[in-house]
DNA sequence: ACCTGAACACCGTTCAAGT
DNA sequence: ACCTGAACACCGTTCAAGT
């Protein structure tokens, strides 16, 4: 899994670099020592292109985790808003490690970012993931916002409430459950949503936007 | 926020550094060096009592979560039904295995429930674990239905809905997070009990009860 | 602008030495 | 057993110096 880019910048292959080492070394996140030695530059060069670590981690999540949503479905005004925002948190409920079953990726996930080592360096791995979620579900609330089917708000703080219940439909599904199961889930779905949705009739906005 | 405990072990300083410095520093785990000279020790006698860092994170979050609902609180009516459902919420989040630290509670938890055997037996005690967790969810429902506080409707598929978003706060809790947490876990929290609550005004009856 | 590599200010943990 | 403080092996970031 090591090798070198034949070709492309010391910038692209810094980032390739990154991307090859996420999934390595039992989830810590590599040091900027070791992805610069993978990349076969100094740690000044890669100091010069990213100047704090985090702006290369941010990079290189975009590219490991994009299976993207059809990016012209968030616009696609013919479909309900309530709709688009339930498809984009289902999205996020079984995220990419979407091939596995969600009971072996929260298994893996859990082992990795709270095993019994799960270093510093996990902690900041999962805070990028985190990152990069949060930043999906904040791109549909925007959409949905330019439409006026989202009030105004922290976005932000919205996006992340949802990932909060995003991961609580998560960890159900993994866990034993009866048949109940599908329903709860679009329970919770739905109610998130008009939680967060510009009310149908006009009353205050929605709870997660605003305490 | 600072001074010194008059009395007490070395060890009891220690934990008591620790669990004051949580909040501390925009969210982020003071480092073992802090933790030491808050205490007034070194850090070798910090180290002689916690080998490991996490162990004193883990004992200081304990001292940190625990904080314990009286019995009888869900019938006083003096404070608000909203702040009783969500106190009620809380204590799911942090269920009563509240010796042991939220990391380490999932930790143990997914390991039993979901680990690569999961056992017909695992099987069966979890979903006796999760219909007690539930029954407490509808207990409170009940109570406050009683109040008029919460409408009409099914009560037990309400608090499943609740559970499914309590869990998703819990596992929150558990994996790495900045100091954005807290404010995330109260919104989903007021935002999960306005759903469930009788609208103030008239309007239909929350989403959570009725699709 | 791009890149080097030494240096800086940390970090968690180890350990010989004291009491 | 309890505690000290130096030392070790890292870490992310800075920076004078080269091209």
């Not at 996420?22 to 100047?51: C, D, M, N």
Request: glycine share 8%; charged share 25%.
């Amino acid at each position: 899994m090591a090798g070198r880019p034949p070709e492309g910048s010391t910038r692209d292959r810094i980032v390739w670099a990154a991307v090859t080492m996420l999934g390595e070394k039992g989830g810590s996140i590599a040091s900027v020592r070791a992805i610069a030695a993978r990349a076969g530059v100094s740690t000044g060069a890669l100091q010069h292109h990213f100047p704090a670590k985090r702006d290369l981690i941010d990079e290189a999540m975009v590219i490991a985790y994009d299976l993207v949503l059809p990016s012209d479905y968030l616009e696609d005004t013919s479909v309900p808003a309530r709709d688009r925002l339930i498809s984009c948190l289902r999205r996020v409920v079984s995220p990419p490690g979407a091939e596995i079953a969600p009971r072996r990726a929260w298994q893996v996930t859990l082992e990795r970012y709270l095993g019994p080592e799960a270093s510093d360096d996990a902690r900041v791995e999962y805070l990028a993931i985190d990152r990069e979620l949060c930043r999906r579900i904040e791109l549909c609330l925007t959409t949905l916002h330019r439409e006026g089917a989202v009030p105004d708000g922290d976005h932000a703080r919205t996006a992340r409430a949802l990932l909060t219940i995003a991961h609580g439909l998560s960890v159900t599904r993994a866990l034993p459950h009866d048949d109940h199961r599908a329903t709860t889930e679009t329970d919770v779905l739905r109610a998130a949503a008009d939680a967060v949705l510009t009310a149908p009739a006009g009353n205050e906005d929605g709870p997660l936007s605003r305490g």
